[in-house]
């Protein structure tokens, strides 16, 4: 029996390997086309064992900016998602916690806000932020990318907060605790998962917005994912190796992120983010 079992576990491991194997092969393609000459990447037949150098790291960051593309992704995207958990916390404890007419199509309505399409609002925000004199600055980009992706963050939230029973805040009120205190001191550790899950989905929209960014930005406030058209025209052409490496680093934070709070995160969209 105990020889079947051990079998069956390295079987179960092996397909597991495999299985990562054929995840991670994208990734490491990816990465060596980064890091291959350019003269390689156009080679009209296929070169499987490429020579890898560094020339394309030091042309980017001699040529362009980068780091100060990646300071400001960095900045907005982090921004935002502070905006939208200050904003999308309480928003979300209300709706689910207070009992008054109208709750639910309050709900649906702020999901709803998800489903417009950004071209609608594009030119109305452009205005707006000139008028601010905002305009090409980091703090434009946090608020938009913060307007976007709050209706689902409290709606993540908010599913999440509706499981937790009302018998532990009718006990904490007994005790004479506020509002406030039960937000902050039972409900918000308790959903703690749901909170990360709408954090990093967040963070990924906004990291992945584009037609905002490349209206709102013009030079100064360039994040990676407008400063990647940098390297797909002009004399040079198009700079493949240049935009693997320049994605790679957008990228790769993403899953070092997703990577460290996996556990969260799982446990936020299966327990939380699936009800309703």
């Not at 935002?80 to 309480?90: A, D, F, K, T």
Request: proline share 5%; glycine share 6%; hydrophobic share 55%.
């Amino acid at each position: 029996m105990k020889n079947k079992v051990t079998s069956g576990t390295w079987v179960a491991k092996f397909i597991l390997s495999l299985w990562a194997a054929a995840c991670l092969l994208p990734i490491i393609f990816f990465a060596s086309i980064a890091l291959r000459p350019r003269n390689e990447i156009i080679a009209p037949t296929p070169i499987y064992f490429p020579t890898l150098t560094t020339e394309t790291w030091s042309k980017i960051w001699d040529e362009w900016p980068i780091g100060t593309y990646f300071a400001n992704s960095v900045m907005a995207v982090f921004g935002s998602v502070v905006i939208c958990l200050l904003l999308g916390v309480p928003a979300a404890y209300a709706l689910a916690r207070y009992r008054f007419k109208g709750r639910e199509d309050i709900g649906f309505y702020i999901l709803s806000t998800k489903m417009m399409a950004p071209a609608a609002v594009a030119i109305p925000m452009f205005v707006l932020f000139g008028r601010l004199h905002i305009l090409d600055t980091v703090w434009a980009l946090m608020l938009i990318y913060a307007a976007a992706n709050l209706s689902i963050v409290v709606w993540i939230i908010r599913s999440y907060m509706v499981d937790i029973p009302h018998e532990i805040e009718d006990a904490a009120r007994t005790d004479g605790a506020s509002d406030l205190r039960i937000m902050w001191s039972i409900i918000i550790p308790m959903c703690l998962p749901g909170i990360i899950t709408a954090a990093v989905i967040a963070a990924i929209f906004a990291m992945n917005e584009y037609l905002f960014t490349l209206i709102i930005a013009s030079k100064n406030a360039y994040p990676l994912s407008v400063a990647l058209a940098n390297f797909s025209g002009g004399s040079d052409g198009i700079i493949y190796n240049a935009i693997a490496l320049v994605s790679f680093l957008a990228f790769f934070p993403a899953l070092l992120l997703v990577i460290s709070i996996q556990n969260h995160l799982s446990r936020g969209l299966t327990m939380g983010a699936v009800k309703g």
